[in-house]
């Protein structure tokens, strides 16, 4: 009896120190976690939760993760697609599982006899980097569609279709959204869609089959008037674009034929003037002409090009007033010269000798009423063959080219020397890109045309009309522009260009011409130092006196030759 009370005794002493102790350090004892646990089969039971940490992270290296996109496949690190082990929440599922266990569980714990409890390595997915990473993999899966595309065939003068191609799109939104939602996954398909093209060829053709129809002749004439102009099949094709989307029309390359037919189809009205005869000048009355109603004219030209019926088209016009009558125009016998202005052309080839000529004579007898602006261009006419002009030297595009009317500005600059001088008001004047030796040696004292666009205007502020007429003499290279009316008081001086910078020009650029046989090379271009000065004039009148200025930018130039490649 005493022997069985002891035992008895022992055993309840056991029970009731393991509850003290439980009661006092919790499962595990000193804050660790309770025996017999396991994350990811890592022990961590009897560890301290930073202990058990370290082990945790010491085994959950990432795992490898194959993706599959389209006929592309890559094995990466989990960790490139946002992948990570949640150590913390591991351990809090296996410290909630020891803290739930029964009194007589953690006494057999305390004594070596723990329940074995497993428990997984809780995994998550960032789904922004599984987008990042997945996006990266994929990037060259990605492909952009072509549409198919308009080209103009120089074999058969017709418009063709390249063909579309669809391109592809790796759907990675979807991908990634499925990895976070199973961290577990160890491959991951990334959907790839067929991206179709915008312009596919079967829709672009039909705009293709509409261009074709549009190139054909058309012929154009002036209300009115037998006056024609023509457009080959070709420069049909050349006034509007075939797209994928649809045929546009060239505004530009409109504008300029419109600008070429109207210049050449115009009649205008000629304004009373003066013309030289035995030495004299004899007055001519004025006469009304025919021109195109342009607003009209340009829109019907816009339809008939859009339009393959239309082969011929009648520009509306209407009648042209003269804007000086004879009674307007002085006393022949009172009219003074006011002012002159000279320039030479040495050297010039044939071609800007007779652009030279045609444009002095085109200017030579206007007249401009009082109070309005001389317009060299308006006075000159379009620069055109049909207006007398040939091709030779312009500047252009920043080089010097072949054009139509190299020359025009030798008279344009000799007439703005002569405005300028008898003191008129200057309304437009622009310089050439360049310093050009044909208007030396008075320097910047020079004014560039080009048309359409690049005018030279100046006022009438004389109270009278005044006559521009021109000396041409083409033996000895000079030309002088003279300006005529009634002489108003006041005295004119120009005063010699100011230089106020330079800069150096550019080294030579040597560009290969195929056309040109081997080793031959030859200057189609000429190096100038660019500049900045000014020219200066004074004006004394009634009013008192007064000084303005023209200004002249000249860029620096660079030499340029061609020469033929070698073999």
């Not at 057999?108 to 390595?121: K, M, N, T, Y």
């Not at 007249?367 to 049909?386: H, K, M, Q, R, W």
């Not at 025009?408 to 437009?428: D, I, W």
Request: aromatic share 6%; glycine share 10%; charged share 20%.
């Amino acid at each position: 009896m005493k022997r069985a009370w002891a035992v008895g005794l022992s055993a309840a002493a056991l029970l009731g120190g393991a509850l003290a102790l439980g009661v006092a350090v919790g499962d595990g004892g000193g804050g660790r976690l309770a025996p017999g646990l396991k994350v990811a089969g890592v022990d961590v039971g009897g560890l301290t939760r930073e202990a058990a940490a370290l082990a945790l992270e010491e085994r959950s290296a990432a795992p490898r993760v194959t993706v599959t996109a389209g006929p592309r496949t890559w094995t990466v690190g989990a960790d490139r697609l946002g992948w990570r082990a949640d150590v913390g929440a591991s351990l809090d599922a296996a410290a909630r599982a020891g803290a739930e266990r029964t009194v007589l569980e953690r006494i057999r714990g305390l004594i070596g006899q723990a329940r074995v409890q497993e428990f997984p390595l809780v995994t998550r997915v960032d789904a922004a980097r599984a987008r990042s990473g997945l996006s990266a993999l994929t990037r060259e899966v990605n492909t952009q569609p072509k549409d198919a595309t308009v080209f103009f065939d120089k074999a058969t003068l017709r418009y063709a279709v390249t063909p579309d191609s669809p391109g592809r799109r790796a759907a990675v939104e979807v991908a990634a959204n499925a990895y976070a939602a199973n961290p577990a996954l160890t491959t991951l398909t990334v959907p790839v869609t067929e991206w179709k093209a915008r312009y596919p060829a079967r829709a672009v053709r039909a705009h293709v089959e509409r261009g074709n129809r549009l190139i054909r002749p058309l012929t154009v004439r002036l209300e009115g008037t037998a006056l024609v102009g023509e457009l080959k099949p070709l420069q049909v094709a050349n006034l509007y674009w075939v797209r994928g989307s649809g045929i546009v029309l060239d505004d530009a390359m409109v504008q300029a034929v419109f600008n070429r037919f109207a210049g050449e189809m115009d009649r205008p009205a000629q304004n009373a003037r003066y013309v030289l005869r035995g030495g004299e000048f004899v007055r001519v009355g004025e006469k009304a002409g025919l021109v195109t109603r342009r607003e009209a004219a340009l829109a019907a030209l816009r339809k008939a090009i859009l339009d393959p019926a239309v082969t011929t088209l009648v520009f509306p016009s209407e009648v042209s007033r003269p804007t000086l009558g004879l009674a307007a125009l002085p006393d022949p016998a009172g009219l003074e010269l006011i002012a002159s202005g000279r320039s030479t052309y040495f050297r010039s080839s044939p071609e800007r000798r007779a652009n030279v000529a045609v444009a002095a004579a085109k200017i030579s007898g206007v007249v401009v009423p009082a109070g309005e602006d001389f317009s060299f261009l308006n006075a000159l006419g379009p620069i055109t063959p049909g207006n007398g002009f040939v091709g030779g030297l312009i500047i252009s595009g920043g080089r010097t080219v072949d054009g139509l009317g190299g020359g025009v500005c030798q008279v344009s600059t000799t007439a703005f020397r002569a405005l300028y001088s008898a003191g008129l008001p200057v309304v437009e004047r622009n310089p050439h890109s360049y310093r050009v030796s044909y208007y030396e040696p008075q320097v910047g004292f020079e004014a560039a045309v080009y048309d359409p666009g690049v005018d030279l205007k100046m006022r009438n502020d004389t109270g009278a009309p005044l006559l521009i007429r021109t000396v041409n003499d083409n033996a000895r290279s000079t030309l002088e522009v003279q300006v005529w009316g009634v002489k108003p008081e006041r005295t004119v001086t120009v005063h010699p260009a100011v230089i106020l910078s330079r800069t150096p020009h550019p080294p030579a650029q040597y560009v290969a011409n195929p056309e040109m046989r081997p080793g031959a090379l030859r200057q189609v271009d000429w190096a100038q130092d660019g500049y900045k000065l000014s020219i200066t004039r004074t004006i004394r009148d009634a009013a008192g006196t007064r000084t303005d200025k023209v200004g002249t930018e000249y860029k620096p130039w660079r030499a340029v030759y061609e020469f033929g490649p070698r073999d």
